[in-house]
């Protein structure tokens, strides 16, 4: 791919990544076509912010570790090209992939995520829950998502501006960025990617990662439709209150206070999805 008009960032989040970053940067900048390397360094207490900068990207650095999320806000607030690339510094990544990414976008799509294939994930667990991710987010949006919560993407800057006070500052803005592209109506795409073994210490947590885990559940359904997921919920406890009194009323000729519990509850649930579908539509209504 050869040079154009449009200018190309390239936003590393990084935190104790002095053992990849380098040889990170060194092969971003072997494609001759990346306009500026930004690296936030998210707080490190090694020498990242030096090999950073000793390997010509320009480093912005956090008095103290705020996030992958908060560090991806950084550096889109601070690049200066219409097309941003993300993605991780620490070796997972093939730099050589950001071309395929940018082929994509050059296609006319406004997000393209790099999906990570079969023997790529870095447990099996891990595996199982993006599995389950993807599934989830594809039924929310009825679009095909092929990798929910893959941080290697590219992005048109004023569009993913758009969504900045949507982003957490952890882990899950892959999450929210795609879920937020997908309600807004823009394009969004994959192409395949294989990635490896990160080099050093992994930043995630069996137990955090747990919790996150049902977190992103819930943020997948808050982001899209939240409607489309209580509604479910709602039909299946209706229909158990329901039979529930059949059997009641026919055994016992009663209505008893667990057919009024479930009904109730079959009800809140309704006006819960219904409340949190309204607020999702005014968080995507244009200024």
């Known amino acids: 791919m050869g040079?154009?008009?449009?200018k190309y960032s390239v936003v590393l989040p990084a935190k104790n990544e002095a053992g990849a970053i380098g040889e990170?940067?060194?092969k971003i900048q072997h494609l001759n076509m990346i306009d500026e390397i930004i690296v936030v360094n998210d707080g490190s207490t090694d020498t990242t912010q030096l090999v950073a900068e000793s390997a010509g990207a320009k480093v912005i650095t956090h008095p103290y570790s705020k996030?992958?999320?908060?560090?991806?806000?950084?550096?889109?607030?601070?690049?200066?090209?219409?097309?941003?690339?993300f993605m991780d510094a620490d070796g997972q990544h093939n730099p050589n992939d950001i071309l395929k990414l940018l082929e994509k976008i050059n296609e006319g799509y406004d997000l393209v995520v790099g999906a990570r294939q079969k023997g790529s994930q870095a447990s099996v667990g891990r595996?199982?829950?993006?599995?389950l991710y993807n599934n989830l987010a594809t039924y929310m949006s009825d679009h095909k998502v092929e990798d929910l919560t893959s941080g290697f993407r590219a992005v048109r800057a004023e569009k993913f501006k758009e969504f900045i006070y949507l982003l957490p500052n952890g882990f899950s803005y892959p999450t929210t960025s795609t879920m937020a592209f997908f309600r807004a109506g823009y394009s969004v795409t994959y192409v395949p990617i294989h990635a490896v073994k990160r080099v050093g210490k992994s930043h995630i947590h069996p137990v955090k990662d747990s919790v996150r885990f049902f977190l992103i559940i819930f943020k997948i359904a808050t982001l899209y439709s939240p409607l489309k997921m209580f509604l479910p919920i709602a039909v299946m406890l209706f229909i158990v209150a329901t039979s529930w009194y059949g059997y009641t009323l026919y055994?016992?000729?009663?209505f008893t206070n667990m057919s009024a519990l479930l009904y109730t509850g079959s009800i809140m649930i309704f006006l819960m999805g219904l409340i949190s579908e309204q607020i999702t539509a005014l968080m995507y209504k244009e200024k």
């Not at 595996?127 to 599995?131: D, F, I």
């Open 251 to 254: 055994e016992f000729a009663r």
């Open 67 to 85: 996030g992958n999320g908060a560090a991806i806000k950084t550096g889109a607030r601070n690049a200066s090209g219409e097309i941003i690339v």
């Open 127 to 131: 595996g199982v829950a993006n599995k």
């Open 3 to 6: 040079r154009s008009e449009v």
């Open 24 to 26: 990170t940067i060194k």
